[in-house]
């Protein structure tokens, strides 16, 4: 009996040893994988995050080119119409307005900002979508879109009706892009 006791001990504390072991194993080799996935989950939410800023930044940059592209059409549209004006509902005679300083002012103040539009455009033609890149090659085509030899009251009535069909729909393309982008 002192022998069987002795072996039941000893099992007794072997199997208990055995369990402790296996148990702390356990705890360690669960230990070891839940910080190997906080680690991972960390990774993932950083680069969750550095997506968003990203993003974020990309559309205040599209906002912002929008924005300025948009003005600055605008700005050439009430020129166009300060012309097709001058030429068409004035009190004087077409020809008497193109040999006006008026005509010559305004005629400078029109290319001046359509340079500075296009600028505006070359500039985040990066940025822009390809609708909107699209549109502005139509608009350019429509704004230039009489001969050489037109009179200036027809190259204004050109430009007039190129602002016209175009400047809204820059508006709604913009529009689109950006409530696009906020959904996201």
Do not use: C
Not at 34 to 56: F, M, P, V
Not at 72 to 96: I, Q, R
Request: proline residues 2%; aromatic residues 12%.
């Amino acid at each position: 009996m002192g022998a069987n006791l002795a072996s039941d001990l000893v099992a007794a504390l072997i199997g208990t040893g055995g369990t402790l072991i296996v148990g702390f194993g356990g705890v360690w080799f669960g230990a070891y994988l839940n910080r190997k996935s906080a680690l991972q989950t960390a990774i993932q939410l950083a680069e969750i995050d550095r997506h968003k800023y990203a993003q974020d930044r990309l559309w205040d940059a599209r906002k912002d080119a929008y924005t300025a592209i948009v003005s600055g059409l605008t700005a050439l549209d009430k020129s166009v119409d300060k012309m097709y004006d001058g030429f068409f509902n004035g009190p004087n005679d077409p020809e008497d307005y193109f040999q006006s300083s008026s005509f010559n002012e305004e005629n400078d103040e029109l290319w001046k900002r359509y340079r500075a539009t296009k600028e505006l455009y070359d500039n985040s033609v990066l940025i822009l979508s390809d609708a909107f890149k699209v549109k502005f090659g139509e608009w350019q085509q429509d704004f230039f879109h009489y001969d050489e030899n037109d009179i200036p009251p027809e190259v204004t009535r050109a430009h007039r009706t190129a602002m016209g069909k175009h400047l809204h729909q820059f508006v709604e393309i913009a529009k689109g892009e950006l409530s696009t982008q906020l959904s996201t």
